[in-house]
């Protein structure tokens, strides 16, 4: 999403009399690749970019074909095969080892259809789906794309309702993109992409010690959206400036959820995370994270009385974070953010070096 968003922030400040520009995405991917599917890369007519679409090995020539996509106005796909050991293949020698589809889709300023979509996407509050033509018998429909509102897809682009309805499905269960081949009922083949956009993580931060503002600085670098419970006299001033809002902890009840919240309790006085935590816990939340050993989360189940078992509550981590030794205020922060990836991506969070197989999943 903090591409996204840059992306959008790009386009809003260019002269679009002067300048023209173009949208790089990413679209299918077949075996190793930096970037993965809806990575994207905004090129103007001169040559100024942002985003990205892979580790830097193809930005170069994709800026090239982005421009060409420009002045001729038409998109376009182009696969970077870098499987094979042809020394003079784009991206061979620089890790990338893998096959990726890029579609080029130049942007009309009186009707940016592609931005505005992903300025949608930004302030909603569950993930959102599009779906994109990415090839096939009918080449005038290249690149065209549409947002999955909630009575679905209906004949669009002359596939059947129920062909799309089974499709949405599908990716709403495994909340990942998917490439599909489909048939109009013309009986004409089309390959589209159907992407799964989550929204930005929320990440709610209860406490006001000086070791909060490694946790934030972080989750911004993430483009995490972020909320501090705390007192507000003892909060360093780069948290106000940072933070979406920040609240005392009587106002804690105030602050919006949805599915993608998560909460770390780091106030370091047991009867505030206490409390925080029997707010919480009440809530349908992913991930609650509890700083401190497991002692500490054990005392706060017997002092509950027996009302909750903490250690059989499937999203209350404690204590908090994945395992790789940290200790100072940055490392566990790193620690904290990484599990919550982990947990919303489904992933032990172990080391690759001891994953079988490829590193990511393959988009069928």
């Not at 800026?63 to 376009?76: F, R, T």
Request: charged residues 25%; negative net charge; proline residues 3%.
């Amino acid at each position: 999403m903090k591409e996204i968003r840059k992306i959008i922030s790009f386009y809003d400040s260019l002269d679009h009399e002067l300048e023209k520009v173009a949208l790089a995405t990413v679209v299918n991917v077949e075996g190793s690749a930096y970037r993965r599917i809806g990575a994207r890369m905004l090129v103007t007519s001169s040559g100024s970019w942002v985003g990205g679409i892979s580790g830097g090995c193809l930005e170069g020539d994709a800026l090239k074909k982005a421009q060409k996509a420009i002045y001729q106005n038409n998109c376009s796909t182009v696969v970077y095969d870098t499987t094979d050991d042809d020394e003079y293949q784009v991206g061979v020698g620089l890790g990338c080892n893998g096959r990726i589809e890029i579609l080029f889709s130049p942007i009309d300023p009186t009707d940016p259809h592609d931005i505005e979509q992903l300025r949608r996407i930004t302030t909603s509050e569950e993930a959102s789906l599009f779906v994109r033509i990415i090839g096939g018998d009918l080449p005038d429909l290249l690149g065209v794309s549409k947002q999955v509102v909630e009575e679905g897809l209906s004949d669009f682009a002359g596939v059947s309702a129920d062909a799309w309805h089974q499709c949405v499905e599908l990716v709403k269960k495994k909340r990942k993109p998917r490439v599909f081949e489909l048939l109009t009922v013309k009986e004409q083949t089309i390959q589209v992409l159907l992407e799964y956009i989550p929204p930005e993580i929320r990440l709610i931060i209860v406490g006001d010690n000086y070791d909060i503002l490694a946790l934030i600085g972080i989750a911004q670098e993430l483009g995490w959206e972020i909320y501090v419970v705390g007192k507000a006299k003892k909060l360093a001033k780069e948290v106000f400036q940072i933070a979406t809002q920040v609240v005392d902890y009587k106002e804690t009840h105030t602050l919006p959820l949805n599915a993608y919240t998560v909460v770390v309790l780091m106030s370091h006085d047991y009867e505030k995370d206490k409390q925080m935590l029997t707010l919480f816990m009440a809530k349908p939340l992913r991930y609650i994270g509890l700083l401190g050993p497991k002692k500490r989360m054990l005392k706060m189940q017997t002092t509950l009385g027996g009302k909750q078992c903490l250690e059989q509550m499937t999203n209350l981590y404690s204590p908090v974070g994945l395992e790789i030794g940290a200790e100072s205020p940055e490392e566990i922060a790193l620690s904290i953010c990484s599990e919550i990836i982990s947990v919303f991506r489904e992933k032990t969070g172990g080391s690759l070096k001891f994953k079988e197989g490829s590193i990511h999943e393959r988009v069928l």
